[in-house]
């Protein structure tokens, strides 16, 4: 339990540093065409990492909604996700996904990609919370 625990902080800790001062840097940020072929894959998850209030104003079909300025919760979200998947990152404007996607790939996932501009750059249709 302290070993996770401990484990959580530092992930936290790693979060905040990555939230103040990191940025994709990683080349990762595609078009939003790529990013519209890239969510039709069977492999593909998509992830909105905006707050609930944005994510239920529209979302991309199939996106599930991570809030990553609700660290802790994201961290642990994250962390029990399969690394053998591809996931697909996208928020307001493409910032917060490109720091969700530098804490992911620290974290071990290896195919993290983000929509370069964010939703204000997709031009598909979006879905409404039920």
Not at 58 to 79: C, Q
Not at 100 to 129: D, S
């Amino acid at each position: 339990m302290k070993i996770k625990i401990i484990a959580s902080l530092f992930m936290l800790g790693l979060l905040i540093t990555q939230l103040v001062s990191g940025q994709d840097t990683t080349g990762s940020a595609i078009s939003r065409h790529e990013f519209k072929k890239l969510v039709k894959k069977k492999n593909s998850v998509v992830l909105d990492v905006r707050t609930p209030d944005e994510y239920n104003t529209g979302f991309i079909n199939k996106a599930a909604n991570f809030n990553v300025l609700d660290s802790l919760h994201f961290v642990n979200a994250i962390a029990s996700l399969d690394r053998n998947k591809q996931y697909l990152l996208y928020c307001k404007s493409g910032r917060r996904s490109g720091k969700a996607l530098v804490m992911m790939k620290n974290m071990g996932f290896q195919k993290v990609r983000h929509l370069r501009g964010g939703i204000t750059e997709w031009k598909g249709k979006l879905k409404m919370p039920s």
